[in-house]
């Protein structure tokens, strides 16, 4: 599978709820959820929120 931009990827796991990834153009997992959703749009909720993110500043430090 080869994508020109990162994607969000939502699945079941083995208990029922709901998780995330972020695939890069690479296709690395380069972020997950760390955690399970009993909702899906619960889910959704936690990738907007990684997404509104996105403009962060980034430093060197």
Same mark, same amino acid.
């Given at each position: 599978?080869?994508?020109?931009?990162?994607?969000?990827?939502?699945?079941?796991?083995? &208990?029922?709820?709901?998780?995330?990834?972020? #695939?890069?153009? &690479? $296709?690395?997992?380069?972020? $997950?959820?760390?955690?399970?959703?009993? $909702?899906?749009?619960?889910?959704?909720?936690?990738? &907007? #929120?990684v997404?509104?993110?996105?403009?962060?500043? *980034?430093?060197? *430090?």
């Amino acid at each position: 599978m080869t994508t020109s931009a990162s994607a969000y990827y939502i699945y079941r796991d083995a &208990n029922h709820h709901w998780r995330w990834y972020l #695939l890069a153009a &690479n $296709n690395r997992k380069i972020a $997950n959820s760390g955690e399970g959703y009993h $909702n899906k749009a619960d889910c959704l909720w936690a990738i &907007n #929120l990684v997404k509104g993110t996105s403009q962060s500043p *980034v430093y060197e *430090v």
